[in-house]
């Protein structure tokens, strides 16, 4: 923070001393409280937090101020969700309801399939991978070229699960949406020794990860991306066909798994549209400091509480006191 500010000051050649932040929608008071302290600690007045996809949900409203209509956002990157349902008239954005989770995105998926490399090594070789750092780093970047081979790329209409064919005759292209292979070298036996010293023989993963694998290592994760979903839908009170559109945003979002999430529950009724991943939270933040700071009033965003608001008993339990989705 500290060094974003000095980088604007050098660019506007004036003093910066305030700001408008974006947050994962589902962080906690607690995480929020931290993220303000960080800000003053840089010398910087939060004048207020936003969450990200109704930053998002701004910026994009801006750009089309004169269209209205039920409005489905979801923001997924590698670590963070959040689903949100809104109607927007003529500069009013009424936020209906919330969902997410500041600890659930991509990383998951990637993590999952990592775990299941690990076994696929051990039952290989015969033998427990040793899981250093290194070692841990680079089965997840194997699980990411997995994730990316699978179910990668724009979303080009509903994607067909049932069925998995693995005929090896078939076209690099068609193969790669069905299976993806996976070679590292340079694997080491729980016993071989100290991280620096390397001991004893190392050992090699050769496997193919198919459809069907995947799917069924992650079904529990898919389970949990649709409960954000439907949850959000069902508290905004709206019906499942009233969505105008739905927004996307955050690089997970282009991954069939969400689309296919999305399809599942929405159908193909509701037209979507890619936001731009670097900047549509940004600009969103920047037209709403804007509006704090000159009192404008022709744009307004009506948010709800991401979380709920209560105390800490005695007993460390906790009572609700403002419910989740309270305007």
Not at 59 to 76: R, T
Not at 202 to 210: V, Y
Not at 239 to 256: R, W
Not at 285 to 307: C, F, K, P, R
Request: glycine fraction near 8%.
């Amino acid at each position: 923070l500290e060094s974003l500010k000095d980088t604007a000051q050098e660019q506007l050649q004036e003093v910066v001393s305030k700001c408008v932040l974006t947050v994962p929608l589902g962080f906690s008071s607690a995480q929020r409280a931290l993220v303000k302290r960080a800000a003053e600690d840089a010398g910087l007045q939060v004048l207020q937090l936003l969450n990200e996809p109704s930053a998002a949900a701004l910026q994009y409203c801006c750009n089309n101020y004169q269209s209205s209509g039920k409005f489905l956002i979801v923001s997924a990157g590698a670590s963070s969700l959040g689903v949100m349902a809104f109607e927007y008239y003529r500069g009013i954005i009424e936020v209906k309801s919330a969902s997410g989770d500041s600890r659930f995105g991509a990383d998951d998926f990637d993590n999952a399939i990592a775990e299941l490399l690990v076994e696929r090594a051990d039952e290989q070789n015969e033998m427990n991978v040793r899981l250093d750092g290194v070692t841990l780093e680079r089965l997840r970047r194997a699980a990411v070229g997995v994730r990316n081979d699978l179910f990668g790329g724009q979303y080009k209409g509903q994607v067909v699960l049932e069925n998995y064919h693995y005929d090896h005759g078939q076209s690099e292209l068609l193969r790669n949406h069905l299976s993806s292979r996976v070679s590292i070298d340079g694997l080491q036996h729980l016993q071989s020794g100290y991280r620096n010293f390397v001991t004893g023989p190392t050992f090699r993963l050769e496997t193919l990860i198919n459809t069907k694998d995947y799917l069924a290592r992650t079904q529990t994760l898919r389970q949990k991306l649709a409960l954000h979903i439907e949850d959000c839908i069902a508290e905004s009170g709206f019906a499942l066909d009233d969505f105008d559109e739905i927004l996307l945003h955050g690089g997970f979002t282009n991954n069939h798994l969400v689309q296919q999430a999305l399809t599942d529950i929405l159908g193909t009724c509701a037209s979507r549209t890619y936001l731009d991943n670097q900047s549509a939270a940004v600009y969103g933040a920047a037209i709403q400091a804007n509006l704090i700071t000159y009192g404008l009033h022709n744009m307004v965003v009506w948010d709800v509480l991401a979380s709920p608001i209560g105390v800490e008993r005695e007993d460390g339990s906790f009572k609700e006191i403002v419910a989740r989705n309270t305007p």
